[in-house]
Structure formats: C-alpha cells, structure tokens
C-alpha cells in the first residue's frame, strides 16, 4: 500500500469546517483513498473512502485531486465530539491485499468551544 | 448492540503469564482482524480470518501469540509468556468479504503487562 503524510496535529473552532489535508503521491490506479477516526479510548471508526470522483456522506465530504496524489477530509461544521485522531489510508480493493489497514500516525484533529 | 465486542476490556497481568482476549464480530461478518495499537501510534495489522481459516499473519504475531476462530464466529487472542513489551491495545475488526467493505472495529482490550 502507498504512504501517506498527514499533519501530526490542526485545531478547528467548533461549528467551523475542518480541512484534513493528506499526500499520497505515489498511489496506484487501484488503490481507494479511506478515512478513519479515532477518538480518544476508542477503536477506529469508518468515516468515508472514494477512487477518484470525490464522495459525501452523511459524516463528512472527500475531495480527491484530478491527480490523485492529494486528498482533503471536510467536516462541515465540527463540533467538540469531532475531537480525534484521523488517518488517511490509501489501500488497493483488488487482489490479495484489499483485507488490511496500514495506519500510519494521523493527524489529532482538536476542536475548540 | 449489534457491534463488535471484546473482554476483557482491560487486562493488567504479570510478566510471565498467559492471557486470552475474545473478539465477537458483526453476525454476518465473514472477515475478521486482529490489530495491536501501541501509545502515539496507528493500530498495527496482525492477523486476520476469513470464516474459520486465518489466510495472513504479520511478522509482528511471534511464536509467543495465537489467534484462532474455530466456527468462523468469535475469534480468541492468546498471549503466552507476557513480555512488557506486549503492553498494548489489541483490537479486533470485522468486515464482510467483499470490495471496498469498511472494517469495523471493536473498543479493544488494552493490556498492561507489569
């Protein structure tokens, strides 16, 4: 799976849109861009996954480069229990290697009253 | 609650001996994981099942550990002659074996090894 670079930490005013931003230059054709969450004393949880066309769901937007090479989490309006740790994973959904998760540090996303 | 389940939900042992986690994934969920997640860092893939067969293991999974699932439901984590560095979060992950299906994730079993 390719690597990818986070920011270690952001902070983000409650009610205000948080912009996750993430590098995975050296991502292949196959491999999806995943986001979890991790708040504190938790396990990870799901947050959104997309290839190219950039996704929206019901927690948060994904915006994905016409390259590919970047992608940006957006939480609308982030309120204190948005509080976490957020990793972009970048992992291929075919062949042998589409059943693990390679976490790296993420970023610990602190949102402010 | 429909979610995935592990117990104990915190574990302090000395070094030495034995200890045995349980994951109980989503009924319908045919994929199960084992990640270990130390402190300031991601969780760590160590093992994972595809009903009753467990198809990779990590170089992290050493002899001292063994993961079974023996009718393709819970799945068992045991830890043999505990080491402090085995002081860690394990958790257990579930998913349906499917493309692009989200893993989801139990609240893990944090062990203390003194």
């Known amino acids: 799976d390719a690597k990818t670079t986070q920011p270690p930490s952001m902070d983000c005013a409650e009610g205000r849109a948080a912009n996750l931003p993430c590098n995975h230059s050296t991502i292949s054709g196959n491999e999806y861009v995943y986001w979890y969450r991790q708040i504190h004393s938790q396990g990870p949880q799901y947050i959104i996954h997309g290839l190219k066309n950039n996704e929206t769901n019901e927690m948060a937007s994904l915006i994905i480069t016409e390259d590919r090479k970047s992608s940006t989490l957006i939480l609308p309006h982030a309120t204190l229990r948005d509080t976490a740790v957020y990793y972009c994973?970048?992992?291929?959904?075919?062949?042998?290697?589409?059943?693990?998760?390679?976490f790296g540090k993420g970023t610990l996303l602190t949102v402010n009253p | 609650d429909t979610g995935v389940s592990q117990d104990p939900r915190h574990k302090i042992t000395k070094r030495g001996q034995n200890v045995t986690f349980r994951c109980d994934p989503i009924?319908?969920?045919?994929?199960l994981y084992w990640y270990r997640q130390t402190l300031g860092q991601g969780p760590e893939f160590l093992t994972y099942?595809?009903?009753?067969?467990?198809?990779?293991k990590s170089r992290l999974l050493s002899d001292r550990f063994s993961a079974e699932r023996p009718k393709g439901s819970f799945s068992t984590l045991e830890i043999q002659r505990t080491e402090q560095g085995d002081s860690a979060m394990y958790l257990c992950a579930s998913s349906l074996a499917s493309l692009g299906n989200e893993q989801f994730f139990g609240p893990g079993t944090r062990l203390t090894v003194l």
């Open positions: 099942f595809q009903n009753e067969a467990q198809l990779e």
């Open positions: 994973i970048v992992r291929a959904d075919s062949g042998g290697s589409n059943y693990k998760l390679t």
């Open positions: 009924s319908e969920h045919n994929r």
